[in-house]
């Protein structure tokens, strides 16, 4: 269980602004953080985080009290075990991807676990080389694999696919469960993409001028009012990676390219009909 009582003055564009959120929910859950820019939504995960200081707050993580300030406590966010990906990765430029994980362990850290997140996030060929030299979805995978590196127990998750485009997005999203679900976290997401938020949250907590406006399912936020979409072809060429497969079908003239996952890739081969439905997570294979 995580509480999150805060409160925190703030300056937005409209003025003064109190950021007033009271919080619980269960460990284990994604939770997505929605919101018109200015509402609060990233000083509220660097206040969880410990980089910002509230006014007032309680924030307990299971037994352990981050911060009460009726008892004056506040961890450092060293003592706090979290990881935090911002949005724009914060990567060292003058390190390669193995030094920007190697210089997050602790002292006396077994530096095998680097190993380890190296190859669950496919980076080992990328290992000696420097973050300029990187795609934005490469990028992504570094600053994730690194802020796993101390194995936390929260994840803060600050627009992290902002940067890449439409296709590696679905792509990263999965990355992205696999890992909460390995590594048993409870992860925290700002996203302003309700297809995202569909795909990835148990729960949506809206905040709007520092409060929060609407709490719920994915679902019950964001009704889903777009037709859906449906397409029947035959496929062309199937590229298998760890995690998935992209599917390239040919319809009609023209070729659709698509993300499945590895269950829904089983059997599927070259020269096979296909339909495809579009759903809130991606794609249906019919």
Known sequence: MMKLAVQKRLNSPTGEMLLDVNLEFERGQ??????????????LLRIIAG????DQALIQFDDQVWVDSNRRIHLRPQQRKIGFVFQDYALFPNMTVRQNLEFALKQGQD????????DISELGQ????????LSGGQQQRVALARSLVQRPQLLLL??????????MRKKLRQHIIALHRQFDLTTILISHDQDELKQMADQVVVLDAGKVKQIGSPESIFPNNTPTQQFQGTIAQIEQVSDGAWVELVVGTQRLKVWVSTKQAAGLEP?????LQANDSGWLVK
């Open 30 to 43: 994604v939770i997505g953080l929605s919101g018109r820019s200015g509402a609060g939504k990233t000083s």
């Open 51 to 54: 980089l910002f200081a509230p």
């Open 111 to 118: 530096s095998k676990f680097v190993d380890e997140l190296i």
């Open 126 to 133: 990328l290992q000696d080389q420097y973050p300029t030299t």
């Open 158 to 167: 600050d627009e992290p696919l902002s940067a890449v485009d439409q296709e």
């Open 271 to 275: 020269g096979q009909k296909l339909s």
